[in-house]
């Protein structure tokens, strides 16, 4: 069995960090009354909140094993992948209802994103070496045309609204797009990718800050105006050319 190494460090900077986010985020919510605009505050504390146990279970070697790969032991956490294909479809359904995506709209960037992340999860349980790098291309596959559809779909649904929510919008959706393209180049830099650039200590510390960055700095900059929130979740006036 596998045991947490002094990357621990930073697993408990996360878990603090997810703690933290989540406790602001109840407190930024308490008092809000409308049920469409509490739907934000609900799916951003439950991704905080995942993750801050998730978190939890990586620095208490809960979340760690190990898979042998080519005759080599690589310790994996494996607690990233089931916090990762549940936080990441709630951040893309906040983004969307920001938006004002339709269904299909929904559904299509939940599914891409839930493919992605268990055709990344095939890819880190894979014990030979040129397999997962195969597996982390599909996975990547799958992310760009999710990056596709934010940039395209999406963000022509989100033209309908006004300009204040747009603009929130635009930021939210270019700090999903830089952060998220930077997790398949840490994995490949990292210990799953096998290479070996990026020791465990390091990309444990690189992961840690992309998705304190993806969750709580998502979350904060999501929250930060309750008149944007109520002006995106009201009907949506007629687009005007
Ligand atoms: C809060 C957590 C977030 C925003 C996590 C995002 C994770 C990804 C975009 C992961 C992508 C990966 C690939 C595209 C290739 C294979 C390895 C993954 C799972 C790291």
Redesign the pocket.
Known sequence: MATVGPESLWLWIGTIGMTIGTLYFVGKGRGVRDAKMQEFYIITIF?TTI?AAMYLAMATGFGLTEVTVNGQALEIYWAR?A??LF??PL?LLDLALLAGANRNTIATLVGLDVF??A???I??FTTVASYRIL??GI??G??LVLLYVLVGTLSEQARTKSGEVRSLFGTLRNLVIA??LL??V??ILGT?GTIGVLPLYWETAAFMI??LS??VGFGVLLLRSRSVLAEARAPTAAPTA
Request: aromatic share 22%; proline share 3%.
């Open positions: 991704i993750a992948y916090d990762w936080t990441t951040l992605m992340i055709t990344g999860a890819a880190t597996w982390w996975s990547t799958a992310l952060l998220w997790y398949p840490v994995w799953e992309l998705d993806a969750k």
